[in-house]
């Protein structure tokens, strides 16, 4: 069974940092695509970074500010967010493709965790 447990999300004031890590279990994902989308409250999930081989995508309003990585001995993938907005509140969600293609559409990832709440303070 595919399981996917973000963790590091919490309170932070503007202009401050995260680190959010995402730790898969039930098959390897070193090939995969996987990404981080984000839900705020009353509001659609939204893209926010993906990378699979080679390629890595991020969304125009986190551009130079997050940056997507991950660590495939450990099968983890990781979101580093700084100079955090209060428009960047939202429960940020860990998503693994059964591909390797990168996509910004939820719709093209069939695994998802259940989400880390993430709130910037003004």
């Known amino acids: 069974q595919v399981q996917l447990v973000e963790s590091g999300g919490g309170l932070v004031q503007a202009g401050g940092s995260l680190r959010l890590s995402c730790a898969a279990s039930g098959r390897t994902f070193s090939s995969a695509a996987m990404g981080w989308f984000r839900q705020a409250p009353g509001k659609e999930r939204e893209f926010v970074a993906a990378n699979s081989v080679g390629s890595t995508n991020y969304a125009d309003s986190v551009k130079g500010r997050f940056t997507i990585s991950r660590s495939n001995a450990k099968n983890t993938l990781y979101l580093q967010l700084n100079s955090l907005k209060p428009e960047d509140t939202a429960v940020y969600y860990c998503?693994?493709?059964?591909?390797?293609?990168?996509?910004?559409?939820?719709?093209?990832?069939?695994?998802w965790g259940q989400g880390t709440q993430v709130t910037v303070s003004s």
């Open positions: 998503a693994a493709s059964r591909t390797y293609y990168i996509s910004s559409d939820s719709r093209e990832y069939e695994y």
